[in-house]
Nanobody
């Protein structure tokens, strides 16, 4: 089992910044893949960014140039630095851990961007 705990969400004005954290614990494989997803009210959950255990990152087009995903393998923590936030970024943000055969999700953290 892998446990994921997100933190760092909150209320921010448009143009502001937030940093989300996701701390993983439990049976973590050294080769894994972590990601941030988000789900806005009435919408499906969508992929925001991914990062491999070697640090290779990919982003959804909607956040490229504004969001940065990173990780600290020693701390088993993944981060999402969100800059130039827009009202349409408002959502619950979820952390996901994947390895060879398992997927785990965190419970999410709410980000609200006011206009």
């Amino acid at each position: 089992q892998v446990q994921l705990v997100e933190s760092g969400g909150g209320l921010v004005q448009a143009g502001g910044s937030l940093r989300l954290n996701c701390a993983a614990s439990g049976s973590i494989f050294s080769r894994n893949y972590m990601a941030w997803y988000r789900q806005a009210p009435g919408n499906q959950r969508e992929l925001v960014a991914t990062i491999t255990s070697s640090g290779r990152a990919n982003y959804a087009d909607s956040v490229k140039g504004r969001f940065t995903i990173s990780r600290d393998n020693a701390k088993n923590t993944v981060y999402l630095q969100m800059n130039s936030l827009k009202p349409e970024d408002t959502a619950v943000y979820y952390c996901k851990y994947s390895d060879y055969s398992r997927d785990y999700w965190g419970k999410g953290t709410l980000v609200t961007v006011s206009s």
